[in-house]
């Protein structure tokens, strides 16, 4: 209630404060979208922060193009290493990623939003992380700050058909433009059907059970209200269907040294699936008069994954066979605002509250044992049903202040409170400075202090001695409640602009943690867990190369990462005693660290060359090159350790080609051709060991995709 009360005050602040403006001349509709786009941006700038930026039309330079998946946009960027199930980490972290939309935050969900957002709905995305400035809170591993297309600017729509290797049918449309009464929206949806919905267990050419349907929805309106406020509204849904991929040559699963009682199931045939759908809507009101500018967002959002075990399979070969069904509901406000105070400071607040309700229900076929491990009757369900309602609240104040021409601070606060599980809260202090050298040269320096909750709908609040004596029993049933992060992060970098064609960065961090979160796959469900090391510490370095010439664009990224933890501290029952006591009192690396990371790519669009047929034609080439991620040493070697090894590197290219055949001012047809992999390299992403990882997992091998799309 007390945010509507701020926001009240401000609106009569504004009105009576600056009555002399009212009377402006009126602006078209397309400069005040404009205008309100540019001051939208100014409430919530990254001020020192590290910022990347990836256009829509950088988009179409990669690729697979906007027919990609959400993460394979984000992994183009600096410091971002990839993991299975189209998971990304940034600089270090395990998930902990803030999806943001014109914005607004979006509450996180339970399959990661890089699998829900559809690249074509984005105009630009920017990834921002390092020392964050007050604005931004909870999760901070980056800040996913995505700008949608809008009716005003993509007046028509375009229907598109795109598909190929692994049996891919992605056809999808889109479509926006003015309405009477000020009103724009724009809307674009999606149909994605193929047999490599996950990812492929195996390094053959072929997935084994992986096959997927997906459908997605986006919409956009904006009405303007007058040259200095609108309000605007976002849909969002998305359902997907999926196989859970197999692998032959499975191991089945010995009581006592005895296979269970079962029929048998070679492990290609066992049929687990996943249905996961979510939904999320935002309303904002945006007002800009003068020196004020303020956004009230109302957010909804719901998330629900069903896993259904193969109830003989599973058990044959895990010992026990879980359905489970897992959702949270989350609603939410969000105020922030900016105020220009004098020509040297400009002051910004806001605050955030949210309150969700997850619930995570299971039912497990086991088999019951004796005190030999011997089974010693039929089958047996146990239920194991969770209910729990959590609630954040986050307020900020800042100051950027331009103590003089090159140099300006932003320095600030922001208090949050989680009450989940357990009541916790912290008041963290922000400071970011950017000096500019010369008009080519920036150099930035900050501190963060963060606080992050554990995700409440992963947490895995239950008895483990619910399985004793089955064949689903843990030699732990310590499980200590998950607690959130606080963390201290340092960052400083420069970026020089060495021509206007070639512009460089170069950035360093380094984070201290307590409590640092980690997620991990426990069971056969591709869902993740989280839990706690006792202390957590990530430190790196990024090389970021960005260079423009006419129709020629290139750019490359090479990030050093190295990420540890030590003593875990909840969740105990997931791990062996041998684990628990080595990392207890050793450093350990984090299963998701990867030392090196590189990405880069190079296009080439042909104008005015002089044959008609080859303008309008634009080449790509890209890479992406990692190091490995974590896997445990041999099982049974002395030096066997958690996350004691690197699984390989690998280096992908892809190539593409794209044609614009003009039909007239306003149409036109795109052909487009891409091959993933032209080397067809085989490469693990995850070898099925390491701490919190299920099953093995290997990229794509060589595909062929090609498509059509006709704007209008």
């Not at 002399?20 to 941006?41: C, F, Y």
């Not at 990839?82 to 607004?104: C, F, K, S, T």
């Not at 969000?334 to 509250?353: C, I, K, P, V, W």
């Amino acid at each position: 209630m007390w945010i509507w009360f701020l926001v009240c005050f401000l609106s009569l602040f504004s009105i009576n404060g600056y009555a002399d403006n009212t009377s402006s001349t009126q602006l078209n509709e397309v400069d005040v979208i404009g205008q309100l786009d540019q001051e939208r941006n100014s409430i919530q700038p990254s001020l020192g922060a590290t910022d990347f930026n990836i256009t829509s039309d950088q988009m179409d330079d990669e690729s697979r193009g906007d027919n990609t998946s959400f993460d394979q946009v984000i992994l183009r960027a600096p410091g971002v290493a990839e993991d299975q199930w189209e998971q990304v980490h940034i600089r270090g972290e395990h998930a902990n990623l803030q999806y943001r939309i014109n914005d607004v935050l979006l509450p996180e969900g339970l399959t990661g939003f890089g699998a829900e957002l559809d690249p074509r709905f984005v105009e630009n995305v920017s990834l921002i992380d390092g020392t964050l400035p007050a604005q931004y809170g909870f999760h901070t591993a980056g800040i996913v700050d995505i700008h949608t297309k809008s009716g005003v600017f993509e007046n028509g729509g375009s229907i598109s058909m795109y598909g190929g290797s692994n049996k891919e049918v992605n056809p999808s449309f889109s479509y926006g433009g003015p309405a009477p009464g000020g009103i724009n929206y724009f809307t674009t949806g999606s149909y994605l059907e193929d047999n490599l919905g996950i990812d492929n267990n195996t390094n053959s050419t072929s997935a084994i059970h992986d096959q997927t349907q997906q459908g997605k929805m986006f919409a956009y309106i904006s009405k303007i209200i007058d040259d200095e406020s609108r309000i605007s509204v976002m849909l969002g849904a998305s359902h997907s269907d999926f196989q859970i991929p197999n692998a032959p040559g499975g191991t089945l699963f010995t009581a006592n040294g005895s296979t269970l009682p079962l029929p048998f199931i070679p492990s290609q045939d066992v049929n687990d699936r996943q249905i996961e759908q979510n939904f999320y809507g935002v309303v904002a009101y945006q007002k800009s008069e003068d020196k004020l500018n303020y956004q009230l967002s109302a957010f909804t959002r719901f998330s629900e994954v069903n896993y259904l075990a193969d109830p003989i399979g599973d058990l044959e070969y895990n010992g026990v066979a879980s359905t489970i069904n897992d959702s949270i509901f989350t609603n939410g406000l969000e105020f922030d605002s900016s105020y220009e105070l004098n020509e040297q400071h400009t002051l910004r607040a806001g605050s955030m509250f949210t309150i969700s309700d997850a619930i995570n229900e299971s039912n497990s076929l086991v088999f019951p044992v004796d005190s030999s491990g011997n089974v010693n009757g039929p089958e047996e369900s146990i239920n194991g049903n969770n209910q729990k309602q959590g609630e954040t609240y986050g307020l900020y104040l800042q100051d950027e202040w331009k103590v003089f021409d090159p140099l300006t601070i932003n320095y600030g606060a922001r208090f949050d409170q989680s009450y989940q599980y357990l009541n916790e809260y912290q008041l963290s202090p922000r400071i970011n400075a950017v000096y500019e050298v010369d008009p080519a040269t920036k150099v930035h320096v900050g501190y963060a202090r963060y606080f992050t909750p554990p995700p409440l709908e992963e947490q895995q609040n239950f008895n483990p001695a619910i399985f004793n004596n089955t064949t689903n029993a843990t030699a732990i049933t310590t499980n200590s409640p998950d607690l959130s992060e606080r963390s201290n992060y340092y960052d400083a970098g420069v970026t020089h602009q060495f021509s206007p064609e070639f512009e460089a960065g170069l950035d360093g961090y380094f984070k201290t943690a307590i409590d640092q979160l980690d997620d991990g796959q426990f069971n056969a469900a591709p869902i993740v867990t989280p839990f706690n090391y006792k202390y957590g510490q990530v430190s790196g370095v990024e090389l970021t190369m960005n260079y423009k010439n006419g129709g020629f664009t290139s750019y490359a990224n090479a990030a050093w990462s190295h990420a540890l933890g030590e003593q875990w501290i909840s969740d105990q029952f997931q791990f062996s005693q041998a684990d628990l006591n080595y990392v207890a009192n050793h450093w350990i690396y984090l299963d998701h660290d990867q030392a090196l990371t590189i990405s880069s790519g190079v296009a080439y669009e042909f104008q005015n060359t002089g044959y008609a047929a080859l303008n309008n034609t634009k080449v790509y080439a890209d890479l992406l090159f990692g190091s490995g991620l974590r896997q445990s040493s041999d099982p049974g070697q002395p030096d066997n350790i958690p996350n004691g090894k690197r699984v390989g590197s690998y280096n992908p290219v892809n190539l593409g080609i794209e044609h614009t055949f003009k039909i007239n001012n306003k149409s036109d047809i795109k052909v487009r051709f891409d091959i993933v992999n032209v080397a067809d390299e085989v490469y693990e992403l995850r070898s099925g060991s390491g701490v919190g990882v299920f099953a093995p997992s290997y990229g794509p091998r060589r595909g062929f995709y090609g498509g059509v799309t006709y704007d209008f």
